[in-house]
């Protein structure tokens, strides 16, 4: 039975579907104004781990993942470098769809776009004018009127009269509160902009996310989730326009995934330490990164570091020793191993007890590989089968153990060092044979002799 840990309740609850075994789950995307960071892959591999569990249990899931394509960032970068709005969001994301495969994140089964959704936008915030939750202050913009609505601040635990204690109404806007927030914004010279009632502008970055989810999932669906830093005021925001507009429950579970810290630090362009997915795929295999990403629990943080990292790689490296050599077969035995894996993944996603069976299995494929080999490769392949669910361990073993930590060693160089050394051995040319072997150990390089073959590996 599936516990997921519900942020509007604060409390795990039994996971129920509110239709039969069909689950809805809409998870705030990127903005793409730019190359995603590490805290974006962060939250796209923790909820590509909900799916692929969601999925593993039986469930039929339709998983929305939106793309925020205009917004204040995509225009003021575009200007920047010159080019149209569209053209930068194209090449960014191509370039997050890149990022995504290399570590091995399902792709959403829809992707809307916030500018294919303008006209349902428009809808919604007349619906809200009509019902008195907006406001149109004749300047081009239109504002969502928070006091009006009840239960705002249910889901971050904020009290409006908190809020309101050092808000201010800047110079050039029209609230009559603080505390709202802008629905449609009136266009400014030079920036991309849609018809409206209230003139030509485009919408706020709340109301996209209101409109896309419902538009695909329906006026209430089953998780909404997103990084924690988004909890205040972009899901806030969410719940009071989509509660307001439908008269419904918005979502019935939200799920919030934890932030990256960088050497203890939280990651931020100001403070130097901020990292794109390429930028550490460039040094770091990808299956390292993923591993780094599954096997800290969703909801807490991740603290990168070059020794976290060094963690991850010895961890997989571990896993694959395990694997190295068996045949391959079906999974078979282990049965108390995939209870223990099934019991940790169903206590909200327990990735970290997960992990902790995973080890548990090697231990054991590893006693028994001399012993019972034929046991050994059935549970090998159960290693596999669990890990899977976590999105990693489906390399060539052999292939892995080479890659080196940024996975680009020169295999072909390793093996023509290896065919030359033979071949001096073969001509009892120990002098160039040890030369050779201690040129392939400073490359990293382990040699393993064996009835007359040479198999290698990367050093620990």
Known sequence: MLNIYNTLTKSKEVFKPLDGNKVKMYVCGMTVYDFCHLGHGRSMVAFDLVTRWLRYSGYDLTYVRNITDIDDKIINRARENGESFDALTARMIEAMHEDEARLNILKPDQEPR???????????????????????????????????FVGYGKLSRKKIEDLRIGARIEVDESKQDPLDFVLWKGVKPGEPSWQSPWGAGRPGWHIECSVMSTCCLGETFDIHGGGNDLEFPHHENEIAQSEAATGKPYANAWMHCGMIRINGEKMSKSLNN???????????????????????????????????????????????????????????????????????????????????????????????????????????????????????????????????????????????????????????????????????????????????????????
Request: proline fraction near 3%; include cysteine; charged fraction near 25%.
């Open 114 to 148: 916030a500018t294919d959704h303008i006209p349902g936008m428009l809808a919604m915030i007349q619906t809200l004018i009509d019902k008195g939750y907006a406001y149109a202050p004749g300047n081009g913009d239109v504002y969502y009127r928070v006091g009006k």
């Open 274 to 460: 901020f990292f794109t997915i390429r930028d550490v795929l460039a040094k770091y295999h990808p299956e390292v990164v993923r591993y780094l990403l599954v096997a800290s629990h969703y909801r807490s943080s991740i603290n990168y570091s070059e020794d976290s990292l060094r963690e991850s790689k010895g961890a997989l490296e571990r896993f694959y020793h395990a694997l190295r050599g068996l045949p391959a077969v079906a999974p078979a035995g282990g049965e108390d191993y995939v209870q223990r894996f099934t019991a940790a993944m169903n206590d909200d996603i327990g990735t970290p007890e997960a992990c902790a069976v995973l080890f548990d299995l090697v231990r054991e494929i590893n006693r028994l590989r001399e012993s019972d080999p034929a046991a050994a490769a059935g549970l090998a392949a159960r290693l596999r089968e669990l890990a899977g669910l976590l999105g990693v361990l489906q390399l060539d073993a052999d292939d892995f153990l080479r890659a080196g930590a940024d996975g680009r060693i020169d295999a072909a160089q390793v093996e023509a060092l290896i065919e030359a050394r033979l071949a001096a051995r073969t001509h009892k040319d120990w002098a160039e044979s040890d030369r050779i072997r201690d040129q392939l150990t400073a490359m990293g390089v382990v040699l393993e002799d064996s009835k007359g073959t040479t198999t290698w590996r990367l050093a620990d």
